[in-house]
């Protein structure tokens, strides 16, 4: 039985071969989306037309998918960030478990290997929120168990980064 794949994002896009200077426009955009092909120019040594094409043909690739606001949590009354690990019923994309997108404290869903089905962000208003949220997960068929981390502490959140590491260092960074 062939298993849904209808809107999920693939992990890999083949045929996309990004060049350096498609890496420099794609950083610039993704510190400020809001700056203009001029300036992006200027970081990527391309004239505003040349960067205005380049990201029109991210765009069409897919490379580019969207430009959205970034909202603070805490500003907009949720300042409470968990992620769910939830064990469930078979594996991979469901209808029954697409539902949870239906829910505007998910801002993200990922099937996984390991010991759990599928992993949420989730960002609630109050702990009390977050069991409310949770009593409607087990409300979903096939939902078996819930294991609930609460983030104490953001240190680094961020989009995609554009850039790739080229060389790892052969020795780990050293402890402070």
């Known amino acids: 039985m062939p298993l849904e794949t209808d809107d999920v994002k693939q992990n890999h896009v083949p045929g996309i071969v990004l060049d350096a200077i498609d890496r420099k426009i794609l950083a610039a955009l993704v510190q400020d989306a ?30 580019i998918s969207g430009t959205v606001a970034l909202l603070n949590g805490a500003a907009v009354g949720k300042p409470l960030l968990s992620f769910v690990h939830v064990d469930a019923d078979g594996w991979g994309k469901s209808q029954r478990m697409m539902r ?17 089905s599928l992993i949420l962000k989730v960002r609630t208003a109050s702990p009390d929120a977050l069991e409310h949220f949770l009593s409607q997960l087990y409300v979903l068929p096939g939902v078996r168990a819930t294991k609930s981390f609460v983030v104490l502490s953001t240190y680094e959140e961020r989009v995609t980064q554009a850039e ?13």
Request: net charge negative; proline share 10%; aromatic share 4%.
């Open 100 to 116: 949870l997108a239906d829910f505007p404290e998910v801002e993200e869903i990922h099937s996984v290997a390991g010991d759990t």
């Open 34 to 63: 809001k700056q203009t092909n001029a300036a992006i120019g200027q970081i990527a040594g391309l004239s505003a037309p040349a960067v205005h094409e380049r990201i029109k043909r991210l765009c069409r690739q897919g490379v």
């Open 164 to 176: 790739v590491t080229s060389d790892w260092p052969a020795i780990p960074m050293p402890p402070e």
